[in-house]
């Protein structure tokens, strides 16, 4: 009788023991299933003034645990390129359509449609889906309201250079490093396209290029060239779009937009997955673009920033400046393509030949 009392006993401590294993396991499971992130890699040129942590934070509330490379525009893409067998990073944004051509002639994209694809302007999206708009920066050329009227100020590039009035008075960039003043350049040579021309580009064009630097101010070192439009001194200038707001409130002014009949550049801001061989597995980077192209993480991020974005949802977000601007300008129509396959050639004659 003892023996059998012992051995029920035996039995019930074993399945208790059981049951607490289970529940233990099942807790360490669940757990684990919270305490489990969705690990990527984001190359950027565009986490600077608080986007970084921002986009960190949201992210991780998200489920994503974020490890974040910032670079500029040029560097970050040299970089994509070098590592091309090798690559490092999961997921890039903040690139130009311009460079993300760069990137999808490199075989470094993975193609992937997202579930916002329908809320972007069908002009928007590259064909093949390797890689879609986020932000759009138009470029612009503003002036002193105080110095000129909308009837007196000029209506376009050319005025600049065909009027002796505005000689001297205007702004040109002397650093063609960088994008906004990269698109002022092809926004002028794709008017004169000409395949017999230099470099694609017809000889009227490279004249009117170098009249263009002739008679505009280089703005020397230890001048700004915003607190000169602010000051009057040099009172025609340009921007990108989300840096109007910035400049207006650091100077205290309202700069006038001029709005060309041709249009206006634009860059776009795009993302994409990159491409990491045959045997990558893309869902967490498809799902992290999904998440960071919504209407409304874009809206929160043009509300938060001050941006125009391009998803047609979250524009109703971005702040009325944005808005105006949007709705003042129109975008020149250019075959990005070309631009990619000749604006560092373009670039380098125009600093070897006219500088």
């Known amino acids: 009788m003892q023996a059998k009392k012992s051995f029920l006993l035996l039995m019930a401590f074993m399945l208790v023991a059981s049951i607490l294993a289970g529940c233990m396991g099942n807790n360490s499971a669940e757990t684990d299933s919270k305490d489990e992130k969705k690990s990527l ?22 489920g994503f645990d974020l490890e974040l490379v910032e670079a500029g525009g040029g560097d970050l893409l040299n970089r994509l390129v070098s590592e091309k067998n090798n690559p490092l990073a999961d997921v890039v944004f903040g690139l130009n359509q311009m460079n993300f051509e760069t990137l999808k002639s490199n075989d470094l994209l993975v193609a992937f449609e997202p579930e916002w694809t329908a809320e972007i302007p069908e002009n928007s999206i590259d064909n093949a889906n390797f890689y879609h708009p986020l932000v ?65 580009i017809s000889g009227d064009g490279w004249k009117e ?24 001194k040099v009172p025609i200038s340009f921007i990108y779009s989300s840096g109007l707001p910035g400049i207006e409130e650091e100077f205290g002014f309202e700069a006038g937009i001029v709005s060309p009949e041709i249009g206006v550049p634009t860059t776009v ?27 409304e993480i874009q809206g929160s991020w043009a509300e938060q920033f001050g941006s125009l974005p391009v998803n047609t949802k979250a524009v109703e977000k971005a702040p009325d400046r944005m808005k105006q601007i949007g709705e003042i300008t129109t975008v020149q129509e250019m075959d990005y393509k070309f631009i990619a396959e000749h604006i560092d050639d373009w670039v380098e004659k125009i600093e070897l030949e006219i500088f």
Do not use: C
């Open 269 to 295: 801001e795009q993302i994409g997955i990159i491409n990491k061989g045959k045997d990558q597995d893309t869902l967490v980077a498809e799902e992290f673009m999904n998440w960071f192209g919504s209407a």
């Open 136 to 200: 759009e920066q138009r470029i612009f050329m503003i002036y002193n309201k105080d110095v000129y009227t909308e009837e007196t100020a000029p209506k376009d590039w050319t005025d600049l250079i065909e009027n002796e009035e505005f000689k001297g008075k205007y702004h040109v960039p002397i650093n063609l490093g960088g994008g906004t003043n990269r698109s002022v350049v092809y926004g002028m040579l794709m008017r004169h396209l000409d395949e017999n021309g230099e470099l694609g």
């Open 41 to 62: 890699v984001i190359y950027s040129n565009s986490l600077s003034d608080g986007r970084g942590d921002w986009l960190t934070e949201k992210a991780a509330e998200a």
């Open 209 to 232: 290029i170098e009249l263009f630097f002739d008679n505009g101010y280089k703005t020397p070192e230890g001048e700004d060239a915003n607190a000169n439009l602010a000051s009057g």
